[in-house]
């Protein structure tokens, strides 16, 4: 069993979090371009005793990537940080941090973090994520090379035909259109 510690709702003063959507209510947060939802393990905690919950966020709002992709997780006086998966970037009493950099288009990333209650209460995570978005476009890029060899009998019979064999042949990447072979043949022939 999961509970939800999700939705979308103003930001409560405790938190003293930027403007940005804070979830504790059931249901999913959504920015301009991130799905994202705080699921914990447990609905009453004890304290000293460990719990975890998961921030899940996926880039499914925007036709694009994104970068420069930040995750910060301000913690509660009364909530004492003890790990996560993935670890984060930097950690202290107050938060921490995860870098991400690229997320692509409906790529989701999951941070498992377990703590314990300092004290009776209330514990109030917020959740902050930061990000640019990353517009990109990708052109077709060709090499093309071609070969071209001559053959022709070592000795011929004067007056015989001399059979003459021109081969292109393409050896790199790509088409090769309007090609063209021009054999310039000696005095006589």
Do not use: H, R
Request: charged fraction near 25%.
């Amino acid at each position: 069993t999961a509970f939800f510690l999700a939705g979308c709702c103003t930001v409560k003063e405790e938190c003293a979090a930027p403007p940005e959507p804070q979830c504790v209510e059931p249901g999913a947060c959504e920015d301009e371009c991130v799905t994202w939802q705080k699921v914990t393990d447990k609905e009453t905690l004890v304290v000293g005793q460990q719990y975890k919950y998961e921030i899940i966020l996926t880039n499914d709002k925007c036709s694009c990537g994104l970068t420069d992709f930040v995750v910060t997780e301000m913690f509660s006086p009364n909530f004492k940080f003890v790990k996560s998966i993935p670890s984060p970037s930097k950690v202290d009493s107050k938060g921490a941090e995860w870098f991400f950099g690229d997320v692509k288009l409906n790529e989701t990333k999951k941070i498992t973090i377990w703590g314990t209650p300092k004290a009776s209460g209330k514990i109030t995570n917020c959740t902050k994520i930061d990000y640019k978005k990353k517009i990109c476009n990708t052109v077709n890029v060709i090499a093309p090379k071609l070969k071209l060899t001559k053959s022709a009998p070592k000795e011929v019979s004067f007056c015989d035909p001399i059979p003459i064999t021109l081969s292109v042949c393409s050896t790199g990447t790509g088409t090769v259109n309007g090609v063209k072979i021009v054999d310039q043949l000696p005095d006589g022939l």
